[in-house]
Every structure is written in C-alpha cells, then in structure tokens.
C-alpha cells in the first residue's frame, strides 16, 4: 500500500532533549515536506526536499533541522526543543516532474509533539 | 501569492449534495485550483484540482467560474465520512520551481454532515 509513515505518532518530552521524528515513503517520490499544524493558524511548511541532499527552509524553519540522506526518508530533528514547537507534525510527499507541478501531495497521519 | 477566502463552517444532512464555494479574486494565469480535506485526527488528502474546465473525479467535482474567480467544491451524495475540513487552495502549474510545490492552508470550511 502507498503510504508515508511517521513516528512516533505521540511524543511528550521535556526543553532542550533532543528529539527526531521520522517520515518514510514507499512511493519513490522525489519532493518531501515538513509541516506542523497550530490553531488558528492552519497547516504552514517548516523545510522541504526536491531529492537526496537537497533540502530547503519553508516558511517556518527556526528550531528545526532536516536531513535526506535517502529518497525514502525525510527525518525532522529538534535539537533543542522548546515550549513554542508543541504542535502537530505532517510530513508529505510527492513525486517531481521536472518542473511541473504535481497534482497531489501524500500526507502522513501526523506526530503530535508536546514539550514540556 | 494569491489567497482564497471560504465560509467557516457548513452543515448538509447526509446523502444530499454539498456545494462547498472558494473565492480566488486575485488568482492568477499559472494557478491551479486543488482541494485538500481533513479528517477528524488523520493528515490531510487530496480531493481533486483544476484550472479552467470543470473536474469530476470519484470523490467529487469541481465546478471553475468562467472568469475563474470562483470554484465550488460539489460532493454529489454526503456521507458522514465526508465530514471533515476542505481546503481550498491555489498552486502555481511549475513555474517557481520548488516554490509550486509549497501548499498554502488557510482555515477551510468545516463541514458537518447530519444524519
């Protein structure tokens, strides 16, 4: 079955511990994106990735970091989580057509992150 | 980038069309119309998109203005499954690159279904 994964799916952790939240994809899609989600301010993109070792700040960037070592995984590492990056975590992916604009995004089911 | 302004909430009784309507006044000539919905607790799907014409696909249809400053989101029999937040957005066709990959939230419609 076609799927992006995350995990955890829950996570309650305590400032400043260091944390990773994976994201994979079986689809051999070229772009993938992180997203976090915060009431009232709906869906915004923290980094993305157009392959392997290209990656690139979204609206959001601060605090996060991001790697793409392999087409299939796009882990979001906080290396010094605080308070304000409690929130809910999408990650998604997509396949790239040479420019063109792809029709459709596959989300994740979300990482809920809560630091303490 | 261009915006989109849509009613907060909505409410159908199940197994009645719904017509969810998108307000894209500054829209412009590289912009695709895509909508996205959001289940309770799960990450958000696409729905279906468009850029002139009118788009059916199996989930709904996509009914584009002429002057294409309006669309409107037409699920044709409502299930309680179809209860969730749409999303209307605008994505560029390519030209920014990565950038026309980038999907700008608003707040959606909400949409109840009642049985």
């Known amino acids: 079955e076609a799927q992006v994964t995350q995990n955890p799916r829950y996570l309650i952790t305590v400032t400043g511990k260091k944390l990773t939240v994976t994201c994979s994809q079986n689809m051999n899609h070229e772009y993938m994106s992180w997203y976090r989600q915060d009431p009232g301010l709906g869906l915004r993109q923290i980094y993305y990735?157009?392959?392997?070792?290209?990656?690139d700040k979204g609206d959001v960037p601060e605090g996060y970091k991001v790697s793409r070592k392999e087409k299939r995984n796009f882990p979001l590492i906080l290396e010094s989580p605080s308070p304000n990056q409690t929130s809910l975590y999408f990650c998604?992916?997509?396949?790239?057509?040479?420019?063109?604009?792809?029709?459709?995004?596959?989300f994740g089911p979300g990482t809920r992150l809560t630091v303490t | 980038d261009a915006k989109t302004t849509q009613p907060n909430s909505m409410e159908s009784n199940e197994e009645e069309p719904v017509h969810l309507p998108c307000n894209h006044s500054t829209i412009s000539g590289t912009d695709y119309i895509h909508w996205y919905r959001q289940l309770p607790s799960q990450g958000p799907e696409y729905v279906i998109h468009?850029?002139?014409s009118n788009v059916n696909n199996r989930m709904a249809s996509l009914a584009i203005a002429e002057d294409r400053k309006s669309s409107t989101l037409i699920l044709h029999r409502a299930t309680l499954r179809d209860a969730a937040v749409y999303y209307c957005?605008?994505?560029?066709?390519?030209?920014?690159?990565?950038?026309?990959?980038?999907?700008?939230f608003g707040k959606g419609t909400k949409l109840s279904v009642i049985p």
């Open positions: 998604a992916s997509s396949p790239w057509f040479g420019g063109q604009s792809s029709y459709e995004q596959y």
């Open positions: 957005i605008l994505r560029d066709r390519g030209t920014k690159g990565a950038g026309s990959y980038q999907l700008t």
């Open positions: 990735s157009m392959n392997v070792e290209a990656t």
């Open positions: 468009g850029l002139t």
